[in-house]
């Protein structure tokens, strides 16, 4: 799997990912969006769960607080004005290392 580098912060980002998870600077060096949630180690930390894997019983990792929405964003000039009209929800991602599932929490 190819990966770029942020030309922000120096993570890594997946090929086939538009912007870096970490900073929410573009692949071409843009900066990020303004509704971009960059996640607050302190805060987060207090959130986490203690979950165990429902497949393989194993303790799952907290990954990191997602900002996903739903509906689709209209191309081109208009791009700001498509996410106005899209549902929005934070989601806590938790992941177990020995099986691979995931799971999404609702954040609170």
Known sequence: MATDTCK???EAIEDGYAV????GT?????????????????????ER?????????????FVRRMRLHEG??????????GRLFTNRENFDTYACASC?????????
């Open 100 to 108: 691979g599932k995931v799971e999404f929490f609702v954040a609170e």
């Open 20 to 23: 870096c998870w970490k900073c």
């Open 72 to 81: 689709s964003l209209l191309p081109g000039l208009l791009l700001d004005v």
């Open 49 to 61: 769960r203690a979950l165990a894997c429902l497949r393989c019983s194993n303790q799952m990792s």
């Open 8 to 10: 922000s912060c120096g």
């Open 26 to 46: 573009g692949v071409d060096g843009s900066p990020p969006a303004r509704d971009f949630v960059q996640n607050d180690e302190t805060f987060l930390q207090a």
